[in-house]
Each structure stands twice: as C-alpha cells, then as structure tokens.
C-alpha cells in the first residue's frame, strides 16, 4: 500500500470515522509519548501494510486522517510509552492493539505467546517485556459503514409493570432448532426466523433479554482445554457485535445483521436488552494478554492497587477492574451505551456486576459518577436499566441500593421462593414480602414494585429442571474438578439425584416446576423467564456451564408429553398475568383498607380463611398461607380518568407434603384459574367452602362477581 497523504484530523468523534474522501482515526492515552496507526491488507496478513505516526494530540486524544480509507480496512495501533509495570505503565509497541472504540472486528485473536506483553516463562514474569511482534495474531478492527434503512423504527418504551423478559443466549436459543434454515442456527438472524418469532409469541414475552454479544475473546486456558468462553462476560469490544453470531460472511455485514433483528424484533413488539459487562475486560489479571486497554494506557483504563500498581483491584473476580472513575473511560461507557441505544436500536440494558460501576474509592456510592451522568443523560435515562445489584469486593451486595431510575436483578426473591417451596421453616413472612414486590428493598426510596426484577433461575445456576432434580453441582465437564460454581442453590429434588423413571418423583418435579413458574407470575413486580426454563431444559447438573458451547448448553427443541404440558402451562401463567391488572399494579399494596370501605388492596390468610396474625407469621413450621388481592386496588386510570376495577383474585400456596383444608371467602363464590396440582382443572367453588388444597401446590382463583337487581 502506497503511504497517504494524510492530514491532522479531528479529536472526536473517538474511533475510526469516515467522511466520504477518507477516516478519521481517534484514540485516547493519557501517558502515551507517540501512536502509530497500522493499515493491515488483509486478515491474513502477518504485518502491516502502512504504519502512520499519529501527527496530533488534543486534550489526551491522538489523532490522524487519512485519505480513501473505505468500510472494512483493517487496522490496529501501536503505542509508544514507558515500560514500568510497578506504575502501573505497560506500554509495548511490539504488540499491536485493538482500537477500544472499534465497531467492527475485522479478525479475531489466535492464542500465541507474543500476544502477551511480558515473557511467558521469565523468572520475573509480568515484570519483563516481551519483544516479538504480536500483529500476526491479536485481533484488529474493521472500519465500519454506518448506513442503514432503519424506516419507521423506534424504542418500543414498553412500560416497566406491563414488562415480561425472556433470557437467551443468541447461539443457543436457536442452534438446534429444526424448523430454522440450518445456515442461519444459532445467530442474530434466527432470532427474526418465523419459527422462533412464533415462539417468543407464543410465550407472550414482551422484552427479550440477549446475553452479552459484544465481542469477546475466549480465555486461553478453555481453548487448550477445547472449550470456549460461551456465555460471553469476557468483552474486548464495548462497540462491536460478535462476529461468532453472525450469519453473513463478511464481518462487516455483522452491524447490519444485528440491525436487521433488532428491526424484526420490534416489528414483532418485543423489546431488545442487551447484557452488558463493563466492569472488566478480557485481558485479566497482570499475567493476562496485551489485547487493547493494557497497552493503550494500563494507568488509566484499570484501577490499580494504590500500595503497588503493578497489580490490578479485582473486584469482579475476573483479574481486572475497568476504571470508571477515569472520565475518558467514564466517556467510553457512555458512548458505548449511546451508541447501542442511537445506532442500533436496542431498548435498555442489563449491568452485570453494576455495584463495581458505582465503586467510588472503594465501596458502592449510589451517588456515585456514573449514575450522575446517565440520570443527566437525555438518552440514556430513558431507556430500561437494570442492575445485577452485586458484586465479589467488600460491601458488594448492594441490593435495594440503586437509585429511581433503576431496576435489579432480586436475588433476594430467588432466594426466598426457593426456600419457601423447598419446605424450609420460618420462611413465609420473607416470602410473603417478596410475593409483594420487596417494599423493604424498594419501597423506602421511592421507587415502584418494578424496581424488583423477579427471577427463579437465570444462565447462572442450576437450571430450573436441575433445580427440582438435582442437591449437588456436576461441572465435571468444565476440567477444574468440580470445584466451580455455586456450592447452595436451596434445590429440592425429591430425595433422588438426577433423572429417575420413578412416576410419582417425576410428577412432584413437574409439579415444583409449575409452582415456581406460577409463583413467579403472581408476583408484583417485572418477571423474568429463561428459554432454558420453559422448554424443561437440563445441563445435566452443571450448575456452571459458562464454557459449554455444545449440547450442555443448546437447548432442545424436540419436546416430549411432559415438557410439551409443561411448556403449555407456562403459557397459561402469562395469559394469567396479562388478563389481571392487579398483578401488574405500579404501586405497593400497603395491607389498608381502600378508599373508606372495608375491603384491604391485600389480604393474608391462614387456612381457617381468617387473616394471618402475628403469631401466624413467627411460627417455626408454618407452609401455607393464602393471599387476597382486592380489584378495586388497582392504581390505573382508564381514558376517561376513572379508576380502573379489575378482577379479585386469591392465590393459595401450599409448601406442606400433605394436602390441607383451606376455606374459601364467604363473600362470593371462586372459579378455579389455576392449579399446580390439576393443570388441567377448572371449576366454580361456593362461597364459604372448603378447597382441598394439594401439598407442594398454588391454586389461583377469581372471585365471582354478584350479579345486581335489576340488570
């Protein structure tokens, strides 16, 4: 390639930007002496083709233009620099880097000992520098074609109480289903297939929550073992798509891909959300690769420990700590998220780790800098935004502690509904709190029940068929000797490991399923599914399958009788949601009588019909319990602004082994919407009556409405 004529260009925009006659190339190093710009021809290509002294440096920020550069060059940096690890410096311009704000990646890592900055194997190991030439092997960046037809789309802006989410993994969601064109299996175009269209459809889902798919690089140690980093939490590019999980051949094509879904998927009335991990990045702990970040400016991209800076605070247990508090990093975030929401379409976000975004100097400040600047921004404080509330630094469990504005993951709620259907004694009072939309958590702040994000199960965990079937983990595939992965799931499997042929086993499994599945439904506040769930998927026990990118983790689409009903029964508990408002109230339901009558918007009852008292709550052995929820409660206003009266409903719950006699309420009779332990069943009950209500069961009835004189 002829070396260009190039010009001093422009500081922003950050990144690789083209004007029609050429590229502008930006990137930010606060401690960099000088930056090359490195022009590869080819994915093939063992070096570059042109290396550019970068001319300018305005505010931090290096930059260069330069002429006739169309979509899809290639290119890299390298960045001049100390070489003092015990600084905090890692500047090696042997290593070709990543530029941070990359839309495309043109070609992926191949694991080699040049890629890392120090000599692998030197007694001294991160502290010395490794000389050979890393550019036959490190990922590089593909300048990007921002065009595209978007036509009439838009953010849905699905309210958070009409909010269902349904969590996938793009790849495998779809890599064996039948009825998806085998060439597209397990990408951003099968999730706009008709098949899995009709699917999410079916469902009833309103928001599908994608797991990570910004670019990523699998761990080096997984890939000598023949596994990869499949979950995706392991990001190297906070603006670029997975190339993995697109259909087209062309990298470049990957942004119109994603475009092209995220379109379908509105079209369809489902939201977008992406899982986002910006609390660390790909290149670890001091002895993990030199990718981008770490020879940009180590100093200013991590946060490093302040006693000797050649070692990195690792508050998410992934080696490094991306440093937020920096604001050119701070910016990247932003951009980032702007960029997803602006040019791509997506409707919010889900924050893995977030309490390390809201780390301060040390400990979670819900104050902190980073909210400050997305509650300011016009953007993004608009969009969904909800935290995974913790992380694995001190003072790490920060649930309840986010500000108006967010949503959490409730690990909380898990938690008790686990215990409750588990049988665990003094669990009703939590639970019953939890049911409620967690008014402790929540409710003193001034955020709505939809600040709780209810969840059962998620990727992380048993999934929900283990969950009934199996005590212990078995990661045995995952090669660390079963050691990984959470050691107390608060699981129930009926006495017997693993699958069994034993029937009445089975069906208490099934029946599990179906209460946890109901129970979430019945909940106040915003529900989470996971596809895993709702096609009775099993991993076998692995409780840890984030390197399993095989059939532990794709899931089945061939469905037996058992998982074909119980598949059919989760869409009963959503048509059960959607049909009653007060399950979707916005406001807490507070125990008080509404509006001057002697009705409460809830009620607690114990099995005699009459309301739980105190000594109901405390007692030891208490499993069941019945909730009243009042029609009149509900807190809408039609369009003529009356209120809005919906249907009163009782959920009964039973976490006893045996059946017990609940007495229904005398002032109407009660049809029968739902049973755990009769799906099928249905049936008006007298008011006053005695329901028989089956140990390990929830029954959902609806009050009969009186009719009136005369009418």
Same mark, same amino acid.
């Given at each position: 390639?002829?070396?260009?004529?190039?010009?001093?260009?422009?500081?922003?925009?950050?990144?690789?930007?083209?004007?029609?006659?050429?590229?502008?190339?930006?990137?930010?190093?606060?401690?960099?002496?000088?930056?090359?710009?490195?022009?590869?021809?080819?994915?093939?290509?063992?070096?570059?083709?042109?290396?550019?002294?970068?001319?300018?440096?305005?505010?931090?920020?290096?930059?260069?233009?330069?002429?006739?550069?169309?979509?899809?060059?290639?290119?890299?940096?390298?960045?001049?620099?100390?070489?003092?690890?015990?600084?905090?410096?890692?500047?090696?311009?042997?290593?070709?880097?990543?530029?941070?704000?990359?839309?495309?990646?043109?070609?992926?890592?191949?694991?080699?000992?040049?890629?890392?900055?120090?000599?692998?194997?030197?007694?001294?190991?991160?502290?010395?520098?490794?000389?050979?030439?890393?550019?036959?092997?490190?990922?590089?960046?593909?300048?990007?074609?921002? @065009? !595209?037809?978007?036509? +009439?789309? $838009?953010?849905?802006?699905? &309210?958070?109480?009409?909010?269902? /989410?349904? *969590?996938?993994?793009?790849?495998?969601?779809?890599?064996?289903?039948?009825?998806?064109?085998?060439?597209?299996?397990?990408?951003?175009?099968?999730?706009?297939?008709?098949?899995?269209?009709?699917?999410?459809?079916?469902?009833?889902?309103?928001?599908?929550?994608?797991?990570?798919?910004?670019?990523?690089?699998?761990?080096?140690?997984?890939?000598?073992?023949?596994?990869?980093?499949?979950?995706?939490?392991?990001?190297? @590019? !906070?603006?670029?798509? +997975?190339? $993995?999980?697109?259909?087209? &051949?062309?990298?470049?094509?990957? /942004?119109? *891909?994603?475009?092209?879904?995220?379109?379908?998927?509105?079209?369809?009335?489902?939201?977008?959300?992406?899982?986002?991990?910006?609390?660390?990045?790909?290149?670890?702990?001091?002895?993990?690769?030199?990718?981008?970040?770490?020879?940009?400016?180590?100093?200013?991209?991590?946060?490093?420990?302040?006693?000797?800076?050649?070692?990195?605070?690792?508050?998410?247990?992934?080696?490094?700590?991306?440093?937020?508090?920096?604001?050119?990093?701070?910016?990247?975030?932003?951009?980032?998220?702007?960029?997803?929401?602006?040019?791509?379409?997506?409707?919010?976000?889900?924050?893995?780790?977030?309490?390390?975004?809201?780390?301060?100097?040390?400990?979670?400040?819900?104050?902190?800098?980073?909210?400050?600047?997305?509650?300011?921004?016009?953007?993004?404080?608009?969009?969904?935004?909800?935290?995974?509330?913790?992380?694995?630094?001190?003072?790490?469990?920060?649930?309840?502690?986010?500000?108006?504005?967010?949503?959490?993951?409730?690990?909380?709620?898990?938690?008790?509904?686990?215990?409750?259907?588990?049988?665990?004694?003094?669990?009703?009072?939590?639970?019953?709190?939890?049911?409620?939309?967690?008014?402790?958590?929540?409710?003193?702040?001034?955020?709505?029940?939809?600040?709780?994000?209810?969840?059962?199960?998620?990727?992380?965990?048993?999934?929900?068929?283990?969950?009934?079937?199996?005590?212990?983990?078995?990661?045995?595939?995952?090669?660390?000797?079963?050691?990984?992965?959470?050691?107390?799931?608060?699981?129930?499997?009926?006495?017997?490991?693993?699958?069994?042929?034993?029937?009445?086993?089975?069906?208490?499994?099934?029946?599990?399923?179906?209460?946890?599945?109901?129970?979430?439904?019945?909940?106040?506040?915003?529900?989470?599914?996971?596809?895993?769930?709702?096609?009775?998927?099993?991993?076998?026990?692995?409780?840890?399958?984030?390197?399993?990118?095989?059939?532990?983790?794709?899931?089945?689409?061939?469905?037996?009788?058992?998982?074909?009903?119980?598949?059919?029964?989760?869409?009963?508990?959503?048509?059960?949601?959607?049909?009653?408002?007060?399950?979707?109230?916005?406001?807490?339901?507070?125990?008080?009588?509404?509006?001057?009558?002697?009705?409460?918007?809830?009620?607690?009852?114990?099995?005699?019909?009459?309301?739980?008292?105190?000594?109901?709550?405390?007692?030891?052995?208490?499993?069941?319990?019945?909730?009243?929820?009042?029609?009149?409660?509900?807190?809408?206003?039609?369009?003529?602004?009356?209120?809005?009266?919906?249907?009163?409903?009782?959920?009964?719950?039973?976490?006893?082994?045996?059946?017990?006699?609940?007495?229904?309420?005398?002032?109407?009779?009660?049809?029968?919407?739902?049973?755990?332990?009769?799906?099928?069943?249905?049936?008006?009950?007298?008011?006053?009556?005695?329901?028989?209500?089956?140990?390990?069961?929830?029954?959902?009835?609806?009050?009969?409405?009186?009719?009136?004189?005369?009418?």
């Amino acid at each position: 390639m002829k070396r260009p004529r190039i010009r001093p260009g422009a500081p922003y925009p950050l990144g690789a930007t083209l004007d029609g006659k050429g590229a502008n190339f930006a990137i930010f190093s606060e401690n960099a002496t000088a930056v090359d710009l490195c022009l590869f021809d080819t994915p093939e290509s063992q070096t570059e083709s042109v290396r550019i002294r970068l001319p300018e440096r305005t505010d931090m920020v290096w930059h260069v233009w330069v002429p006739d550069v169309r979509p899809g060059q290639l290119y890299g940096y390298r960045v001049h620099g100390p070489w003092d690890p015990g600084a905090g410096h890692r500047f090696n311009p042997s290593k070709v880097l990543l530029d941070p704000y990359a839309k495309v990646i043109g070609r992926r890592l191949r694991w080699n000992d040049s890629v890392f900055g120090y000599r692998i194997g030197d007694p001294e190991q991160d502290l010395s520098r490794d000389e050979r030439d890393s550019a036959a092997y490190v990922p590089l960046a593909a300048v990007s074609d921002p @065009s !595209f037809d978007w036509g +009439d789309d $838009r953010l849905l802006r699905t &309210p958070w109480h009409r909010t269902l /989410i349904y *969590e996938v993994h793009v790849k495998g969601l779809t890599r064996l289903h039948p009825e998806v064109p085998e060439g597209i299996r397990g990408t951003y175009a099968a999730l706009r297939s008709e098949p899995v269209l009709r699917h999410f459809r079916e469902i009833g889902v309103t928001a599908v929550e994608l797991m990570p798919i910004h670019h990523r690089i699998d761990d080096r140690l997984l890939v000598e073992r023949g596994l990869s980093n499949y979950w995706g939490y392991n990001t190297l @590019s !906070f603006f670029a798509p +997975d190339t $993995r999980y697109a259909a087209a &051949p062309l990298p470049l094509d990957s /942004i119109r *891909e994603f475009r092209e879904t995220v379109r379908a998927l509105h079209k369809a009335g489902l939201e977008v959300i992406l899982d986002v991990v910006y609390n660390h990045t790909c290149e670890g702990s001091q002895l993990g690769p030199t990718l981008s970040f770490r020879g940009i400016d180590n100093q200013a991209y991590y946060r490093l420990e302040a006693s000797n800076r050649r070692y990195y605070s690792d508050y998410t247990g992934c080696g490094n700590t991306l440093h937020t508090r920096h604001p050119h990093v701070l910016q990247m975030v932003m951009d980032s998220l702007r960029y997803w929401v602006l040019e791509m379409h997506v409707d919010g976000f889900r924050f893995d780790l977030a309490a390390t975004l809201a780390r301060e100097e040390h400990a979670p400040d819900r104050m902190s800098s980073f909210f400050d600047i997305i509650h300011q921004d016009p953007v993004l404080s608009q969009v969904k935004l909800i935290a995974e509330p913790w992380d694995v630094g001190a003072d790490g469990y920060q649930i309840g502690n986010f500000p108006v504005g967010w949503v959490e993951w409730n690990g909380k709620y898990r938690d008790s509904v686990r215990s409750f259907w588990k049988g665990d004694g003094g669990a009703v009072a939590e639970f019953a709190t939890r049911l409620c939309g967690s008014t402790d958590l929540y409710g003193r702040s001034g955020r709505r029940p939809y600040a709780s994000v209810n969840f059962v199960t998620c990727h992380d965990g048993f999934m929900l068929q283990d969950l009934v079937s199996y005590n212990e983990r078995h990661n045995e595939a995952n090669g660390e000797q079963n050691r990984d992965g959470h050691q107390h799931n608060l699981s129930w499997n009926c006495g017997v490991e693993g699958p069994t042929d034993i029937p009445e086993i089975r069906e208490l499994r099934e029946r599990q399923k179906r209460n946890f599945i109901a129970t979430l439904l019945v909940s106040q506040g915003v529900a989470m599914l996971t596809a895993a769930d709702v096609l009775s998927h099993t991993q076998l026990g692995n409780n840890n399958a984030y390197c399993q990118d095989n059939e532990i983790s794709w899931l089945r689409w061939e469905l037996s009788s058992r998982k074909k009903a119980f598949y059919e029964f989760v869409r009963r508990c959503v048509e059960l949601w959607k049909s009653q408002a007060v399950l979707k109230r916005r406001k807490f339901l507070q125990g008080r009588p509404i509006r001057g009558s002697q009705v409460k918007d809830i009620a607690w009852l114990d099995p005699s019909g009459a309301e739980m008292t105190d000594e109901s709550w405390n007692a030891p052995f208490v499993r069941c319990l019945g909730c009243r929820l009042s029609g009149d409660s509900i807190d809408e206003m039609d369009t003529e602004g009356e209120p809005v009266r919906g249907d009163t409903l009782l959920i009964l719950l039973n976490a006893h082994h045996e059946p017990i006699p609940f007495r229904l309420p005398a002032d109407a009779g009660w049809e029968r919407l739902l049973d755990t332990a009769a799906p099928t069943a249905s049936g008006v009950f007298e008011a006053g009556s005695t329901f028989r209500l089956d140990g390990h069961s929830l029954a959902v009835f609806r009050q009969q409405v009186k009719s009136t004189p005369g009418k």
